[in-house]
Each structure stands twice: as C-alpha cells, then as structure tokens.
C-alpha cells in the first residue's frame, strides 16, 4: 500500500491532522487541541508537527500524533524548524524586562535532547536573539544544518548551529536588508541593497565562508525591494525586483523587473518580457533547470524559461496570476486565484504540454500540490474570506476526491514528503474513486442552464460584443498604457480615440480631422479649454465675414434673398444688431451648418426673413473679398417697429426653432421631451402668423 499523504489545518478553536489519499481520515493517534492556538508548522523533513497556544509549544510525531516534547514557550506567535528537524525556533512579541532591556524574544530549542547543563525551566534552549521585526525573523539554514544566519545593521552573522552563544563569522555589507542561503550543497548566500545616495541597488553572491569578494553580482535600478528565489540544487538565483512607485504611472502597484544570475558568477542577465505589466508569479521547476513565469496585464502571459533566460514555451493568454510545478515536475499548473474566477489548467510537461483538464476552484486563496504529485489542495481561508470556509482535494485528472467545510480556517499546508516516497507512474489511469464528502458536495452544487456571460444593457443585446470590450485571449485589441489618465483615450481609457461622428453627415477623412472637431496643428501646448475656446472664436469670425454677404447667397430655385429696410434703423444699428443675434444663435447655427444648405427656404415673395448665410467653400466667394449685400432686416426682438411687428418677429424665430428641431430628429439625434411638445405646437404658430398677415 502507497504511504498516504497528510495535510493539517488551523481554524479559530482547534487544529486537525488528516490522512489523505486514499484514505481520507483523521489521524487516529492525534488528539485535537482546543482553544486560542496561534499557529502552527510541519518540520520541513516531515518527522514533526508542532503548534503554539498560549502557555507552551507541543510537537508531536506527525506519522502516528504522540506527543514527543512540550515547551515552556509562552504567547509564541511564530514557529520554525531547521532543515533536518534538529531545531525548533519560536518568536514572541518584543518586550522590554523590569531594567528597560529589550527581552530576548527569538528563541532556538532542541527537539529531542535535553542539555544537562540547563535547568528545568528553560530546557532544551539552545540560543536566544533579540528579533524586533516579524518579517524576515526566523534563522536561516545551510541545507545540512552546519552554519545558520541572521541579518542586523550593515552585516549577516553567521552561527555554527551546535554554538549560537557565538559569532562564527560576519558579511559585513553596508545597507544589506534581505539575504538568502541557497538550499542546494554549495554554500552560497545572497544578499541585497537597495538604492541609496543615488546609487543603484544591487544583488551580491558570495561563498561561504569567503567573504572577500562576490562571486557574482547585479546592480540595477528601480529595487526598493526583492524576493531572492534559489532553485533546489542552489546553483541559479532569480531576483525579482520591485519599486514601491511606478514613475511612468502604467501601474498602481509600483514596477517589477526579473534577473537570473548563477552561483558561479558564469550568468547574469535581466529576463526580457514580451508583454507589458506586472510580474505576477515565477516558480522554479523542481529540476532546477527551467522555471516558470506569469506576467502582463491581463489576461496574462505565462512562459516556460531555461537558465540562460530563453523562452522554451509560451501558454496561451488568460486571466492568470500563479504557476506551480508538480513535485515530480511532471505537471505544471497555471491559474488565476485573489480577484480572478479561479480556474486551474494542468498541462503535461513531457507531452510537449498538452493540456490535461481545466478545473474551477473559485474563490481559493490556498493552492498547493501534494508530495505524491497526484492531487491539488485548494482552500478558502480567512480573513480573506469568512464564508464557505473549507478544504478540497482535486485529482490531476480534472475530479473532485474530498471535501470539507470549516468554520473559520486560518491555515492549512500538506505534510512534506520525499518524491523518492510516491512513485509516481500513471497518475491519470487507473481514476480513483472519490470520497464520500466529495459525492456529496458535488449533488449540492447546481449546473446553470446555460453559461452565464457578462451584463449586457437591452440596448446591445444581440449585436457582436466590439473589439474595444473583449479580452485580448478572446480577440481584442491589446491593452496599452501610457500612463495618463487625459479623457481623450477611447472606450475604457485603451485603443484609439474615438472619432467624431455627426449622424447623417459625409464622414471626414482623418487627415481633415483637425478641422472637424480637433485642436489644429501647432496647439498642442494648449489646454482643452484654450482650444475649444480658439475655436469658438475662429468659428465666429467666420460667421461674421459671411454674414456681410448674405444676400449674393443662392435659393434652391436660382432666386436670391432680397428682404426690406427698416427706414427706422441706420447700416451702423443694422451691423451692430445682427452681431448681437449672430451670437445668440451661435450654437444651433454650428450644430445645423451641416444641414442649412438641405433646408426648404421661403418664397422671397411673402414677408421680409432673414436667410442663412452662404458657405464661401460652395459657391465660390471669398470672405476676404465680400461683395456689397442688400440691406437686410433684422428678426430679432428689440425696440422699434409695431408691436404687430415685433409679434410677427418672435412667431417666426419661434417657427425657425421648430424647422431646427426637426432636422435635428431628422438626423438621428434623441429629442427631450419639451422639444417634442415644441414642435407640436407648429400648426399653431403658422395659424397666428396668417391672422396677423403673414402666409408661408
């Protein structure tokens, strides 16, 4: 019989230990705890399991959960152990004693031995540090457990694990942060320093323990801070850097940038990324030779990378931000957990990545393969998420092998195991057969009808979805950023600007766009408001010159406008009124100049009106250059004249407003509902005109 797997798990009022595949039990000799327990942590070789509540620390042996040692820890918060489970760390919150003096609150037990030469009280303590700070606070050990670190002001101290009283060695390297000693049997360390003064930050590879020099080294810009990734065998470093600030403004979240360096100092180089946007995840593959990443805006771009830093294989786009390689590095997994739906694709590494299944496990904030590389756990923790709390346990295959829901769960990790322990054959024939809680959860769960797609308003229901709101990996167009945030970006703040279109006018060509709705060349430098202002008064100039020769401006019939003088007035008064209406009518005339020269103008028989103005481009005349016009009447309302006049003055620029509104509508263009109402009332203006004299 294969030797199960195991995972445990930590909610709010105890902790359990669960036999896995394929048996899906609870470990028989466990006895759960109750109560306020703050954490708890399998030793990396999987011999122990501890926890911490508030008055001691319990291991017990994670095969069969005897206890094997308790410690007299109190109100630990942290928990860890050394590569080979010889040590026990814990950490407890800063304190200072009765004198001021900061308490020693990091703290190194024996698991197993007890020293002779200490008391009852402490026993099993083999160092003591004073750690302030909870990131980053745990030693750090060379994989046989001969040397341990620990980083402090300007320098990494290095300790012989079986004497912490003493400093074995020290790297002293001015403004160091973060180090990390490579897993593999080369002693390697690295450390980092982010930018001061103006000079670049920099990662430094030295051996240990010759400190003289680094064997291989990597400034750059743009590292407020990293994540130091070793492969398994210790022989390649991958450095991601990150800035709290994007300068560019492309990202909220600051910049992110990749470099791969060897132990050796054989290769350096930054991974160049075809696709823009944030680093998401990057995984070692656990061959050590090849490592996997997931970047880009989304849908993102998830790629295969050997250690010279080449591309060898590049999935398709989707929303996805986690890639994980089975433990036999069989299989890799490509998913989009946080903020995204929860889909995970397992691909086939050594059948040129064929893509095994897809699988939905919405709402995961855990994702972790088991050590037989069979199974998937995924689990929905809090705080994160408080509601349907719970564990599940996927098969490679695609099918759901175990669920179960807890109240509150705040952590749960597989049990490490040797891949040497599970042979791993054909994962996928024969199928297993799923546990009950599995059968039962999935006769819960209701298949919709029909797939549900995005929100769609009934005004573009049944049409094709446009370009500009399709994700890339369905068709659209790439999302670009340029990191301004200006209004004058299309649809959704990406792609080109939108032109201006006028509903039942002739398209305009692009080249002629600076005259139809755009700034013209040479304002750039102004602002919005300038330009449109500019404009307005350019327009309006215009509108003036053409309005001096208003009467050599052809009818549809050949006939030109000639209307009669109001002896009242003289040229001066004349100019200066029809200025005034000019700029009253400004806007509608601007908004209908496309359709004056399609309007059904009067006979120039009936009562004297005022006719539109001619378009120079159309009919030849120059603006610079007018001929004398006719003395026109003036239309609107002012002192003199009868005050039959002056009533027929007001019906007809009412009836003007009513002929406006209806090409409007005749355009395509939505009426409210007073311009509606308005131009109802059409048949009773004309039947007023006609009492006072007036005929159409």
């Known amino acids: 019989m294969a030797v199960p797997t195991q995972f445990a798990y930590r909610t709010l009022k105890s902790i359990g230990v669960v036999e896995a595949a394929p048996v899906y039990d609870s470990l028989s000799g466990f006895e759960r705890p109750e109560g306020n327990l703050r954490c708890c942590v399998y030793s990396p070789c999987g011999r122990y399991f501890a926890w911490a509540s508030p008055e001691r620390v319990t291991v017990v042996d994670a095969s069969v959960g005897h206890v094997i040692t308790s410690l007299p820890a109190l109100n630990v918060y942290e928990l860890g152990f050394s590569p080979l489970g010889t040590f026990i760390i814990t950490w407890q919150r800063p304190s200072k004693d009765d004198t001021g003096d900061a308490v020693k609150n990091l703290k190194v037990w024996r698991v197993v031995e007890r020293r002779p030469d200490v008391g009852e009280g402490e026993h099993n303590v083999v160092g003591r540090f004073v750690q302030k700070s909870q990131t980053g606070w745990n030693l750090q050990y060379t994989y046989d457990e001969q040397y341990c670190a620990r980083v402090v002001t300007n320098e990494v101290q290095f300790y012989q694990s079986r004497d912490l009283a003493t400093v074995w060695n020290r790297l002293q390297v001015e403004g160091v942060t973060e180090f990390a000693v490579s897993p593999g049997e080369n002693h390697s360390i690295a450390v980092f320093i982010p930018e001061r003064k103006g000079q670049p930050a920099a990662v430094k590879v030295f051996n240990v323990p010759n400190f003289d020099a680094p064997v291989s080294q990597k400034n750059f810009f743009k ?414 309302p002012g002192s003199g004249g009868t005050p039959q006049d002056r009533k027929t003055r007001a019906l007809l620029k009412k009836l003007r407003a009513i002929d406006d509104l209806k090409m409007r509508r005749a355009g395509g263009e939505k009426l409210e509902g007073t311009q509606i109402k308005k131009m109802d009332t059409e048949d009773e203006v004309r039947k007023e005109l006609g009492g006072l004299g007036w005929n159409d």
């Open 223 to 636: 590292g407020d801070k990293v994540q130091l990734k070793w492969n398994d065998q210790g022989t390649n470093l991958i450095v991601l850097a990150q800035t709290e600030v994007d300068k560019s403004g492309k990202s909220y979240y600051g910049e992110t940038t990749l470099y791969l360096l060897s132990a050796n100092g054989g290769f350096d180089s930054r991974i160049d990324l075809d696709k823009d946007g944030p680093i998401h995840d990057v995984t070692w593959s656990p061959n050590s030779k090849e490592f996997g990443v997931v970047y880009g805006y989304m849908p993102a771009k998830a790629t295969i990378f050997n250690t010279k830093a080449d591309a060898t294989h590049n999935f398709a786009l989707g929303p996805r931000n986690t890639i994980l390689f089975s433990p036999h590095g069989k299989f890799v997994l490509v998913a989009g957990f946080g903020n995204l739906a929860g889909q995970m694709d397992i691909y086939d590494m050594e059948k040129d990545y064929q893509k095994i299944c897809t699988i939905e496990a919405s709402n995961a904030s855990v994702c972790e393969w088991s050590p037989d590389g069979k199974h998937i756990l995924t689990a929905t923790t809090s705080p994160r998420l408080r509601v349907d709390n719970g564990v599940r346990i996927w098969h490679v295959g695609g099918g759901l092998m175990y669920n179960e829901e807890l109240q509150e769960l705040y952590h749960v990790t597989w049990r490490p195991q040797s891949p040497i322990s599970h042979p791993l054959e054909n994962p996928l024939h024969p199928m297993p057969t799923p546990h009950a809680s599995a059968l039962a959860y999935l006769g819960t769960v209701k298949t919709p009808s029909k797939p549900a797609g995005a929100y769609r308003p009934p005004g573009a229901r049944g049409t094709l979805t446009p370009l500009a709101f399709k994700r890339e990996d369905e068709g659209g167009a790439a999302y670009v950023s340029n990191g301004s945030l200006s209004l004058g970006l299309g649809a959704n703040g990406f792609g080109k600007p939108r032109k201006r279109e006028v509903p039942g006018a002739e398209a305009v060509a692009e080249d002629k766009q600076a005259t139809a709705g755009t700034a013209p060349e040479g304002d750039e430098n102004l602002s919005k408001a300038a330009a449109k202002n500019k404009k307005k008064r350019e327009a309006r100039k215009a509108k003036d010159a053409a309005d001096k020769a208003t009467g050599l401006a052809p009818t549809a019939d050949g006939v030109p406008f000639v209307t009669a003088v109001i002896p009242s007035r003289s040229p001066e008064r004349r100019d200066q009124k029809g200025h005034e209406r000019n700029r009253s009518r400004g806007q509608m005339d601007t908004r209908a100049r496309s359709q004056q020269g399609k309007k059904e103008h009067r006979q120039p028989e009936q009562q004297p009106r005022r006719p539109p103005p001619p378009n120079p481009a159309a009919n030849g005349t120059s603006a610079k250059t007018p001929q004398e016009a006719p003395e026109l009447s003036v239309t609107s």
